[in-house]
């Protein structure tokens, strides 16, 4: 787990992911065009993998939300990556990060439409 704390941003896939939102949307492309990018780009490689997967859903989200763009699908593949993500941090990190993760996902999923959520 490429990782230097329990924010959404603090982990490699996440960051990449935030680099290249903020590079295409400073160049003025429209956020639903960033986000196809994104998905066929960086998607490619991090959605099929299990771990990084859930990652490259939470930060779109994250991103989408930050921009008053969410939109409704990348929403729901957030809302389903969030479990998974939190259960691989109690794998892998010591009880106070996994605390700290939990709230962060807790605020993300909290954020997220309520339609995204229905049955989480």
């Known amino acids: 787990m490429g990782v230097c ?13 935030q680099l290249q939102w903020l590079d295409l949307t400073s160049q003025g492309m429209p956020q639903e065009d960033v986000t196809a990018r994104l998905i066929a780009g960086l998607g490619s490689g991090f959605i099929p993998d299990s771990d990084d997967g859930p990652v490259f859903w939470i930060a779109l989200a994250a991103l989408q939300l930050e921009s008053d763009a969410l ?50």
Do not use: C, H, K
């Open 71 to 120: 939109d409704a699908q990348v929403a729901q593949q957030a809302a389903q990556a969030i479990p998974l993500n939190a259960a691989r941090w109690r794998q892998e990190a010591d009880a106070d990060t996994v605390a700290q993760r939990d709230r962060v996902l807790d605020e993300l999923r909290n954020r997220l439409s309520p339609q995204a959520t229905e049955g989480f």
């Open 5 to 17: 704390g329990a924010g959404i941003f603090e982990d490699d896939v996440a960051a990449d992911v």
